[in-house]
């Protein structure tokens, strides 16, 4: 019986290698066909000047698979950075998206009465974001889909480890940069009076979604960002203009961003109108869930679905 059933292992392992070997053959030969056809488009076609072959050329799209191995390969390089330097890239982060805040606050107070005050003002919104994706500084919801891949790619326990400490540190690193930026503007006087009492008011909106609709909110606004992060390396130029249109968006939908809320429910708090177990617990988590969802969730599983029997 024992003999019986070590033949038995021994066929379903070798099942097993047989059918990884197909699925390995398989995939090879659809590369070798996408290669062939790589090839065959970049042939210069005869009726064309050199000139025009040129702007044939520089207009042509990045394939699903070209920006999906870019983002995949940033995020290997995410995983295996010190943890220093996300901490201290995490923070600047915090304080640089924080910008929003400020930004947002100035032009309400300046459009105060006018018709089109909250589309105007929602621009401020996107300030941070320029700031801080540009700048190269790590954001936790970036992270919803840039460590996501290399995971998604090739599960290993020791990445899923690594993801989660990235996680950690950049989350508590962004909060932490947040909070200071409230405290600077709370208790140093870096800004007016007036615009201190305009940030307050654009926080108060902020905190009047909580709980489950903070949840549901976070999920667009985690999808747009990892949508977002998906578009730049085929941006060519328009980087700017990308970051700007779909931030803008989460911020004229009033859908909930968990970094850049967490400085006006931080703001809140200092001022007395907001206990930090509330703040946590109806705002800041319900809208973390929701942005892992939305990035995670939603827009990482689809974006590695639709190329994963290419690579």
Known sequence: MAVDGDDKNRADEQAERELAAAELAERKER?????????????????????????????????????????RHEGEEELSRPATSLWW???????????SVLAEAMLHDQLRGS?????????????????????????????????VLPILARPRRWKFL???????????????????????????????????ESMLEIS????????VTALLLGIPAGFII????????????????VIILFTYLIAACDFTHVIAGSNGVFLLVLNGEMNITTAIADLIVPTLIGNIIGGTGLFAMLAYGQVHEET
Request: aromatic share 10%; charged share 15%; with cysteine.
């Open 162 to 196: 690594q993801a989660a400490k990235l996680w950690g540190i950049v989350f508590t690193a962004n909060m932490a940069g947040t909070f200071l930026a409230a405290v600077l503007a709370i208790y140093t006087g870096t800004t007016t009076p007036a615009l201190t």
């Open 204 to 211: 108060r909106h902020f905190a009047e979604s909580s709980g």
């Open 31 to 71: 590369r070798q066909r996408r290669e062939e056809a790589e090839r065959e488009a970049e042939q210069p076609d005869a009726a064309l000047t050199h000139s025009e072959r040129e702007q044939v050329f520089a207009h042509r799209s990045s394939s699903a698979v070209a920006i999906y191995s870019v983002i």
């Open 115 to 147: 018709p089109y005050q909250h589309l105007i003002e929602n621009f401020g919104y996107t300030v941070e974001f320029c700031l801080v994706i540009l700048s190269r500084l790590k954001l936790f919801t970036e992270n919803t889909i840039t460590v």
């Open 89 to 99: 890239s995490g923070v600047a982060a915090g304080l640089g998206i924080s910008t």
């Open 226 to 241: 990892a949508a977002l992060i998906w578009m730049l390396p085929s941006a060519k130029g328009t980087e700017l203009f």
